[in-house]
């Protein structure tokens, strides 16, 4: 039943829901590896035309993804968020943790609100960014942890065209914002 609370899952866009869905399904536990997420994101941008730049850690278990939607030679906005989530070990989850799950208006899963809602989000505007033949550029910084996301933006690969001189940063990682 949808819910009657216009910030619950009803207000969320078909293509928003679905991507969340996708990305509550990866364990991106904090000690397992983010590169199945990273990949499908990589996949999804690579399907409407736009490429992503990974950077592994040293171990090559885990990626950053950086892209950018919009003209390379100038600063933008920055999207950020962290794609790890805690350990749900020892916690009494009343459904599978990694499985989307609607019940009472509200949507339950690992990393719904922290931070894989935003970019569920993020990514579900990017048909909308392509089609509006955008001047100022958005760059999407996606991490493998808060802390790295806490502080991407806006010189968070100062070798990627425009990132040094972006305008705003976008995360719902800390209260400290970015940069």
């Known amino acids: 039943m949808p819910s009657s609370d216009p910030a619950g899952p009803s207000a969320c866009s078909p ?6 869905r ?3 399904a990866f364990d991106t536990t904090s000690r397992n590896s983010n590169l199945d997420l990273i990949h499908y994101i990589r996949d999804h941008l690579a399907a409407l035309g736009v490429s992503s730049t990974l950077v ?3 171990e090559r278990t885990k990626a ?4 950018t939607i919009g003209p390379m030679d100038r600063g933008g906005v920055c999207l950020s968020g962290h794609t790890d989530v805690v350990p749900v070990d020892d916690q009494d989850w009343s459904s599978d943790p990694f499985t989307l799950t609607e019940r009472d208006g509200k949507l339950f899963g690992r990393g719904t609100a922290d931070m894989k809602g935003f970019i569920a989000a993020a990514l579900a505007m990017a048909p909308d960014f ?3 033949n955008l001047t100022t550029p958005i760059h999407y910084a996606f991490s493998t942890t808060r802390s790295w996301a806490a502080s991407a933006c806006p010189a968070c690969s100062p070798s990627l065209p425009g990132w040094q001189s972006s305008r705003a940063c976008a995360s719902s990682a800390s209260r400290r914002g970015c940069g």
């Open 15 to 20: 293509r928003t829901l679905e991507l969340l």
């Open 22 to 24: 996708d990305l509550i």
């Open 56 to 58: 592994f850690n040293e």
């Open 64 to 67: 950053n993804l950086y892209a």
């Open 130 to 132: 392509l089609a509006a």
